[in-house]
């Protein structure tokens, strides 16, 4: 690549799923602009959004218990479970109208039914599990699910984890027929094909080194071949950084003070797999526990059936580990490197506030095989070693921040920074994450581009039919977004939603 000025109308910075979902989205809206796409690696979705290195639950709250917390006179909040579950209504309708459009095709190959289920033992966790369930039911997101706390409903709702169990203790579980499955590696590669026919320049295997200001306002990236080592630079009106771990340096190399304070803290997952079929057809469901006292959210344990290239597996975890890459092919600079003069109040804070993450990380780290089986067999007791094998899944990148709460606190959600003047934005964080893409990037175009807002509202409502709407009230609207989204992706969800039930011993 020779040196050379070139200029662009938006550059995509990281080939994931949400820099696709943002492409399309502009792509729909304003057809005749100039996007760029840069990617450090060889092809789209193979950091984060790769299928391996994500659980691929379709986060819709209908199985994470840490989406719904206990208040102190007892009660559940819902807040957040309802939030989650309407922003992947957003993903399932962007999803059909593309479907429908026939610009992907196909949904089967990136999103499939599969029953999202909570799991609990214990006299008082299942009591949380009964009134979590309550709560929720007289929502109409959540209509459809069951409780039981019968060993022989629950034998036959998860057999694998029923079997051999000793019922010594209270357990209970709740079950959603209406879960998904989702295969993000496969919908980005599906969306960046969609992008490239739309004649987006798309680059991969090319490194962006630095991102700075002009004097007229633009923004100019100083973009490697990492093949060649040719350098170019190229300037843009809008920037959008989706580079997931990698974001937090390419925010802070762009100076903005809406960037200044930030740092991050690099967590790894690692999962547990089985891919004996005789195993894995006794098992159908996303089953999420309780995280262990003590641990962190992202530490909440599952048993995921997971369906890749046609082809199923059982996904047990997340173990946590520590390296100090912001990506899995990363460099093990990347911590150090982003302690900046502005965040190292922040970063120390962090530190001394986090000794027992740090603790339970170092604990992680040093599991063996046999004692991970352990914790497998709280889900699975007669899981035998050899039918499991670890799986090094993707770096996620947690930010720390000052808030409310104190100096140095790490936030488990996702966050979209914005420049003031809206011509750059960049995504940080991770759970929900992908799962959320469309109500995320719905987010940057607002915060970016609210000249444009107006003019784009009714594409917009054609793209996403609940855009501008409460759901919850409207629940004709509800139900007609549920069933068409059904129909257009092949889910199970088209059949006609069940009453809340709960079945008691």
């Not at 789209?44 to 790769?50: C, L, P, T």
């Not at 949904?107 to 929720?136: C, T, W, Y």
């Not at 054609?462 to 129909?487: C, F, H, K, V, W």
Request: glycine share 8%; aromatic share 8%; hydrophobic share 40%.
């Amino acid at each position: 690549m020779s040196n050379r000025q070139t200029k662009t109308d938006v550059i995509l910075i990281g080939a994931g799923i949400m820099s696709a979902t943002l492409g399309s989205l502009l792509k729909e809206l304003v057809p005749d602009w100039e996007i760029t796409v840069f990617e450090r690696r060889a092809g789209a979705g193979e950091e984060s959004s790769n299928e391996w290195n994500n659980a691929g639950t379709g986060h819709a709250s209908l199985c994470e218990l840490n989406y719904t917390v206990q208040r102190p006179d007892g009660s559940i909040d819902i807040s957040k479970a309802v939030k989650v579950n309407k922003e992947f209504q957003d993903s399932k309708q962007f999803w059909s109208y593309l479907v429908d459009s026939k610009l992907i095709r196909n949904p089967r190959d990136f999103i499939v039914p599969v029953p999202h289920m909570s799991f609990v033992q214990g006299k008082e966790d299942v009591g949380f599990l009964k009134k979590r369930f309550e709560a929720m039911t007289g929502n109409p997101l959540f209509q459809g699910m069951e409780f039981s706390d019968e060993p022989e409903k629950l034998k036959e709702w998860i057999p694998l984890m029923m079997k051999d169990r000793a019922l010594d203790n209270p357990i209970a579980a709740t079950r959603i027929e209406s879960g998904t499955d989702v295969n993000f590696g496969a919908l980005t590669r599906m969306l960046f094909a969609h992008l490239k026919s739309k004649n987006v320049d798309i680059n991969f295997n090319h490194n962006v080194d630095d991102i700075k200001r002009t004097r007229d306002g633009l923004w100019e990236l100083k973009v490697r071949n990492v093949g060649s080592g040719g350098v170019e630079r190229i300037t843009a009106k809008f920037v959008f950084i989706g580079g997931g771990g990698g974001s937090l340096h390419l925010l802070q190399k762009s100076g903005i003070p809406e960037g200044k304070g930030i740092g991050g803290f690099p967590v790894s997952g690692l999962f547990m797999v089985c891919r004996n079929p005789d195993v894995v057809a006794q098992h159908n469901a996303k089953v999420y526990g309780k995280a262990s006292v003590g641990a962190p959210p992202m530490s909440v344990p599952h048993l995921d059936t997971r369906v890749i290239d046609n082809k199923e597996s059982l996904l047990f975890g997340p173990f946590a580990g520590f390296s100090p890459k912001f990506l899995k092919f990363g460099s093990m600079l990347d911590l150090v490197t982003s302690v900046k003069p502005h965040n190292l109040v922040t970063m120390m804070a962090a530190g001394v506030k986090n000794v027992p993450l740090t603790t339970y990380l170092i604990k992680q780290v040093m599991l063996s095989k046999e004692q991970r089986m352990e914790e497998l067999r709280q889900f699975v007791p007669n899981a035998r070693s050899e039918d499991w094998d670890l799986l090094v899944a993707g770096q996620r990148v947690q930010i720390i921040k000052d808030t409310a709460a104190g100096k140095g606190t790490l936030q488990f959600g996702t966050e979209v920074i914005s420049a003031a003047d809206g011509s750059i934005a960049a995504l940080l964080g991770a759970s929900p994450g992908a799962s959320t893409a469309v109500s995320v990037m719905l987010e940057v175009i607002a915060r970016c581009f609210p000249q444009h807002i107006k003019a784009w509202g009714p594409k917009l409502k054609e793209m996403i039919p609940s855009y501008g709407e409460s759901l919850l009230d409207n629940p004709e609207l509800l139900r007609e977004i549920q069933a068409s989204t059904a129909r257009s992706l092949g889910l199970s969800e088209s059949k006609p939603v069940q009453k809340a039930r709960r079945t008691v011993s």
